[in-house]
């Protein structure tokens, strides 16, 4: 789960982060009333969207006065934002973020993140901060730092050091990021964050270390442990499937394929999907029902998978394990005849009750092709959408 950047400071600041003090509203007058408690010499107006990029989209505004501020806010708000992550289609600002501004002497990259090959935290400390750290990965791969640490309660003192030594810092600075990154890691266990990206952070005229900007993500299947993490969600910014697929206990991410997946097991449906691309075509989502096939999840699945208007024809892909292959037969079955399925229905079914299931296919009167095994399934309907 994303969270939006004001967000991010004020969880950062509760665990001894510096952020630049700020306020957040929906409205521009909302805005004009809270920025008056402000303290600088000028505004910096920024979008609030779960994407990167914003500057460059002109979503970040450096401003001298209120009356500016006013301004600026009024075409802001309620504007279409494309960046490199919003894709075409953009994103709608439908909230507002005004901070103090900082005297920037310095900027620095920062971030944390599971390393899941290793089991271990990762750390990414770059001098070329502000920029895009894959662009900086392809141009000075020798200007990031990846330190990987174990999980424990703390981290060393010896870990700090090694992840700020990129940074070239002395003295009170040095201190100042060491404790910076003890209240990041000690945030990230503690709130069962996925991601911690801070950039630029910087080293202001005044040797203070500040995060300028903050992006966190956090672990979906730990929010029951976070309600006050899980109040921050803000569906407006998340795909509209996606929000109704977890509705369901499905786990939806959509793509760009022509051809929908409804598979049981997360790798079941790479190997589905891996396929699908290996016989030409593209695969239009990752869509995992889990261990239970009701008539409601299988049609909530199917429904979902058709909102996709690219979807040319549907692949399902079981094996029986602690799920009955006839259980989820009849559960399609039933779900396929309450809902319109107009395009090419590819079923693949294997393991428990697997014959149970097949017969129930075949006697359900409905238009659809049986497979054999994957190979057979991905053949057929690749071939049927060509």
Known sequence: ???????????????????????????????????????????????????????KAGGVKILDNLEDLEKSAKELLGKKLITHQTGPEGKEVKRLYVEVSSNIDKEFYLSCLVDRATSKIAFISSNQGGMDIEEVAAKSPSQILTTKVELNEEISNKDCENIIKIFNLDGNSKNDAISLIKSIYKMFIKTDANMVEINPLILTKEKKIVCLDAKVNFDSNALFRHPEIKELRDLSEEDSAEIEASKYDLAYIKLEGSIGCMVNGAGLAMATMDIIKLYGKEPANFLDVGGGASKEKVSAAFRI?????????ILINIFGGIMRCDVLAQGVVDAAKEINI?????????????????????????????????????????????
């Open 1 to 55: 789960m994303n969270i939006h950047e004001h967000q991010a400071k004020q969880i950062l600041k509760k665990y001894g982060a510096i952020v630049p003090e700020g306020v957040f509203a929906f409205t521009v007058k909302e805005l004009l009333e809270k920025s008056k408690s402000l303290k600088t010499d000028k505004y910096v107006l920024k979008a609030q969207i779960h994407a990167g990029g914003r500057g």
């Open 305 to 313: 998978i058709l909102s996709d208007k690219n979807v040319k024809g």
């Open 342 to 386: 107009s395009v090419p229905l590819v079923v693949r079914l294997a393991g428990t009750n697997f014959k149970e299931g097949k017969e129930i296919l075949d006697n359900s009167g409905l238009k659809l092709i049986s497979a054999e095994n994957l190979d057979d399934a991905a053949r057929k309907i690749v071939e049927k959408i060509k």
